[in-house]
């Protein structure tokens, strides 16, 4: 058999998927596992595509079955075995081959791997792959960083095995070093950001109304036509129309409300936290997810405080169902506007002139937020790529006059009944604060200059000033 394009370690969902992705678009891919039964079992189920896979036992022989200058496709766990593997790989490469680390990376352990590898004739890109099992295997969207001649290198391949939205392949290179990484730590950020939001409607319709799974499956099934089509809402109505094999009820009311969290969505909190850059609703929503781990206190404090008000004794009104509906286009809009600031920021910071349009565009298909929503987006950074914010571009203000309302009686209507809906909350509370032209930072500055002498800026005189204050009198 001819020599493999490429070279993969590590088949595990996304690495097996990927394998045989690459398999079926035409290119002969070597696999190595760490444990040896599972690339056999790999091997053996890969059916009519093993011509195209070469089974490996160990990395060397991986090294070996490539043609050189090698791709390396890294799909191990995120952390330490990717420093393991690039340890191993660096002493059997060569000059020019490329390791690609295709995992949920913390962007901030791909620049450390750039610098490590640098002068070492080895190259580094580091890339998100999104999609879960089923885009690894059909088309995942992918975000790659790096070098932008690595990238040309891998191109046919990657767009070859990435998903299309109409017909244009959902794969580019972002940037230099950690870019790629990066933006698929804002993807998940923005995924948990979407997760929350549903979940949050789900609850209300659930809770303050005692809808049934079922029904609300239905509305969230209706709303996928619409404005919100997408595959996190598409899913929703699968997951919620599901009946438990073992019981017949739902199946959703038979899952435990405790959700777990691999730590990308913790990232983009945490860097947009660090630049200084207002993602209140990723916030939330990662914060929310903790929260929800927390299952034992949080019965003691149902019994400690009481319950909620009742749920309502009669099903939505068709007006209210609307405003829900809205209430979670707005958040979407208010989601993605802090998440693109943050890509923004971070691009400045960093100086990897990140193409938000781009971003935008190869998220419309393959990755887990997809969405037609992104469409517009793209459009919008399209008209505009300097674009100060998203929610001062024409077409996400004209959408956001019209939702906002909604948004705004669903969490009073909420907060009235006792129902959390805190990413819902956030964003309502930063598309005020950020539409108020005379916010109340003044009496902040009046009370740091109060306790510590900060100064303050005047409105009608320049430079650092000073108030009267007898701070003596207010510490007695
Ligand atoms: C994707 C997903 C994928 C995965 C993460 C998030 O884009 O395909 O984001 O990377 O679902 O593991 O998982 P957690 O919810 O565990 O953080």
Known sequence: MTKAEIGLIGLGVMGSGLALNMAEKGYPVAVYNRTSARTGEFFEGAGDLRGNLVP??????????????????????????????????????????IIIDGGNA??????????????????????????????????????????????????????????????????????????????????????YADMQMIAEIYGILRDGFGMKAGAIGDIFGRWNGGRLDSYLVGITAEVLATADPATGRP?????????????????????AQMMGVPATVIESAVAARSLSAEKTMRVGAASAYGGRTAPAAREPEPAFVDDLELALFAGKIVAYAQGFSV????????????????????????????????????????????????LLNRDFAAMMSEAHASLRRVVAHAALAGLPVPALSAALGYFDAFRQARGTANLIQGQRDYFGAHGFERTDAEGLHHGPWDSSRAEG
Request: with cysteine; hydrophobic share 45%.
């Open 251 to 271: 199946l959703v009311d038979m899952i435990l409300d405790r959700a777990g969290q691999k730590g990308t969505g913790r990232w983009a909190a945490v860097e």
């Open 106 to 191: 913390n962007f901030r352990d791909t620049m450390r791997r750039f610098d490590e590898l640098d002068g070492s004739g080895i190259t580094f890109v580091g890339m998100g792959v999104s999609g879960g099992a089923v885009g690894a295997r059909h088309g995942p969207s992918i975000m790659v960083g790096g070098e932008r001649a690595a990238y040309t290198r891998l191109e046919p391949l990657l767009t070859a095995i990435a998903a299309r939205y109409r017909g244009e392949p959902c794969s580019a290179w972002l940037g230099e070093g950690g870019a790629g990484h990066f933006v698929k730590t804002l993807h998940n950020g923005i995924e």
């Open 56 to 97: 490996c036992a160990s990395l060397k022989e991986l090294v070996a079955q490539i043609r050189p200058p090698r791709p390396i496709l890294l799909m191990v766990q995120a952390g330490k075995a990717v420093d393991e593997q690039i340890k191993a790989l660096r002493e059997l490469l060569s000059e020019d081959d």
């Open 343 to 390: 890509m923004d920021e971070a691009s400045c910071g960093f100086r990897w002139n990140l193409p938000l349009a781009t971003i935008a565009r190869i998220w419309r298909a393959g990755c887990i937020i997809r969405s037609q929503f992104l469409d517009r987006l793209a459009l919008a950074y399209d008209a505009d790529p300097d674009a100060a914010h998203l």
